[in-house]
C-alpha cells in the first residue's frame, strides 16, 4: 500500500506540534493506489479509550495526484491524544498506518496487519502569566556547600559541626581544594560526610560577577538543614542548614541578586526526607518526637513503616532517605497549604521558583497543589521538574503523567538535548539521531514549555563536562579510588576545551533556557559524585587547574555575547527550529520585517570543525577547532 502522513508537514498535519486548549487540529493522510480506500483515524486517550473518526475523501488534492482523506479533531480538555490510521481497502482487506518504531512524529510508515506506533498530539492549557525573568536568561547551578566561603563560614561550620550528632560524623574539609571523598565502612556506607564551608553570604559576594558573565538566575542545590553535604536528605523544610547562614542570610542573598537582574530558583525534595530529621527523627538528635521513635508522632502518618516499629519504605532503598506519603493530608498541607506551607515561604522571602527532585514520584495532583501554591504566591513564578525523559510522555509506574498539560510544571530539565548535543560533538550520537531527539521534542512541547526547558550541559548528577568532553575512560570499570585520582592529560584537556565551545554554542543557541553548572567554565574535573562536587577554583590555588583558566575563560566570553542575542530576540529563544543534514543549504528570500535567520553549523570533518553564526545587526562570531 502506497500511504503517506508526516505529522510534521503542515499539509498532513496543522497546526504543527502541541496544540492550544480551544483550538483544533487537522489531519490528512494521502493514498496512491487504491482510489476505493476508505480511512478512518483511531485515537486514544487514557482514561476514555479509544475513538474512530471516518475521514473525508477528496480525489486527486494529495500528493502527486493522490487521494487526501481528512479529519478534524477538537479536544476539549488538556490531554495526550494518540492517533494512527485505519485503511480499508476496495477489496475489504484492513491495513494499518503509524508512526515509525520508537518514535511518536515525522513520517510514518504502513503496518499491515500489525498494531502501530501512534503519533502524539499534546492539547495543552496556555498559562496566562509567564516566566519571563527565567525564559530571557541563562541559570547558574550552584551546589553551595562547595561554591565560596563568604564571611564568618569558619564560625558557622565549628558552631554546627561541634554539636554532638548520633549517625555518620559531619567533618570540616579545611583545604578548599582537597578533592571531595567519602569515608565508608566495610558495609559501603558513608560514615562521615565532608563539608568545604561554602556559604550563601559566599554566594551573594559573587553576584557582581556572575551578572557579568551574563547569569540572570540562580539555581541552588537543597539549602535546608540536612545532615549530608548535598542536603537531599531534608531535616528540617523550614530552615536554612546552620552551616550556610539562616534565614536573613537567604533574604539578603536574594535581594542582593534582584538588585543585579538575578533571581533565585531552590530545589524542593518532597519525595523522601532525611532519616535523621525532626520529622523522623532515627537516631534521637531532635527534642522533636519523630514517627521512627512513636507511632504518636505527628509526623507518623507521613512515612509507611512496619508494625515492627522498624522497617519502613525508603527511597530506592536507600535508608537514609524514607519515603514520605504523599497522599497524607497533613504532609500536603504542610508543604503546599496556605498561609504557612513550605512553597510559599521561601517565595516570600525572596525565591521566584522551585525545582522538584525526582518529580516522576511525585503524584500529578501532588504536583498541581504545588503549581497552584506558587502561582497564588508569585503569578510569574516557575516550577521546573526533574524528568530524565521526554516529559510530554513520561510513564511512571505504569501510568501516563500529565507534566506539561497546564496545571503542573511549567517544564522540565532537559536531559535528553544533553544527551543529544555532547553525544553529537562526541561522535556517539548521529547527526540524524540527534535531530530527531530535538524535533520530537519541539513537536512534543507546548511552545512555552520548550522554550522554559533547562538546557542543561552538565550538573551534579553526572560526570563532569569537561571530563566528559576530554574523551576520559569509561567510569563504569573503575574503582572510587582511581575515580577520585583521574586527571585528563594536556592533550585531552585541548580538545575538552574545543569541544566545550562547541557545546556551549549549541547549548546557546536551541531553544530552552541554558543552565551552566558551577565550575564548569572555569574547567573543573571530576566523574560522578562525590568528584563533580569540587570546591570552585577561585584564586592561584586551584592545584593544576589555574595555568588553563586563560584559555578556559573563552567559555564565559561565549557566553556574554550570546546571553545579548538572547536578550534582545525571540530568535535563540522562541524560533522555529530547523534542522539539517550535513552539507544542505538552504536560503529563501527573508519576508520585509523579518528578522534574519540564525544559522550554526558543525562540521563533521575529523580533523577540523567550523562554527559560525551571524544574526541581523549583529556581529559574526566563528570559531574553529583542529583536532589533535
Known sequence: MWAFHNSRSQAYRNPYGAIRLGGAVHLAIDIWDDPDAKVSCRTWVDGDGETTIDMDARPGEGENGAVRHTCELTPERPEIIWYSFVITRGDGHVEHYGAQRGRTGGEGQ?????????????????????????????????????????????????RSLGQHRNGPDRVLRRDWYETPAYARDEHGRVRAWDFYGGTLLGIAEMLPSLKDMGITALYLNPIFEAASNHRYDTAN?????????????????????????????????????????????????????????????????WYNIDGDGVTYCSWWGVDDLPDVDEEDPSYRKFIFGKPGGVVEKWLSLGASGWRLDVADELPDDFIAGIKRAVLDTKPDGLLLGEVWEDASNKISYSK?????????????????????????????VSAPAAAEKLESLHENYPPDAFAEALNLMGSHDRPRLLTLLGGALAEGGMSEHEREVYRLNDGQRG????????????????????????????????????????????????????????QLRLAPSLVRLLHGWRLRGDQLRRGRVRLLPHGVRRRRRRRPGEQEPLRVARGLDRDAWRVRLRAHRWPALSASRTAR
Open 237 to 301: 523544610y523550614l530552615k536554612i542548614d546552620p552551616m550556610l547562614g539562616d534565614e536573613a542570610d537567604f533574604s539578603f542573598l536574594c535581594d542582593k541578586a534582584a538588585e543585579n537582574g538575578i533571581s533565585v530558583i531552590l530545589d524542593g525534595v518532597f519525595n523522601h526526607t532525611g532519616c535523621d530529621s525532626i520529622y523522623f527523627n532515627k537516631y534521637g538528635n531532635y527534642d522533636s518526637v519523630g514517627a521512627y521513635q512513636s507511632e504518636d508522632s505527628p509526623y507518623r502518618s
Open 110 to 158: 504502513p503496518w499491515g496487519d500489525s498494531e502501530p506506533a501512534s503519533f502524539q498530539i499534546t492539547v495543552y492549557k496556555e498559562r496566562q502569566t509567564k516566566p519571563d525573568w527565567y525564559t530571557k536568561g541563562i541559570v547558574y547551578q550552584i551546589f553551595p556547600d562547595r561554591y565560596r566561603r563568604g564571611p564568618g563560614w569558619r564560625e558557622l561550620c565549628e
Open 495 to 550: 580538545l575538552a576545551k574545543g569541544r566545550l565551545w562547541l557545546v556551549t554554542l549549541l547549548q546557546m543557541t536551541l531553544p530552552g533556557v541554558p543552565c551552566i553548572y558551577y565550575g564548569d567554565e572555569a574547567g573543573l574535573e571530576g566523574y560522578s559524585d562525590p568528584f563533580n562536587r569540587a570546591g570552585f577554583p577561585w584564586g592561584t590555588r586551584g592545584r593544576g587547574l589555574r595555568d588553563h583558566l586563560p
Open 400 to 428: 501516563l503523567r500529565s507534566y506539561l498539560l497546564g496545571d503542573e510544571l511549567d517544564s522540565a530539565m532537559n536531559y535528553p538535548v544533553r544527551d543529544a548535543v555532547v553525544g553529537y560533538v562526541m561522535g556517539a
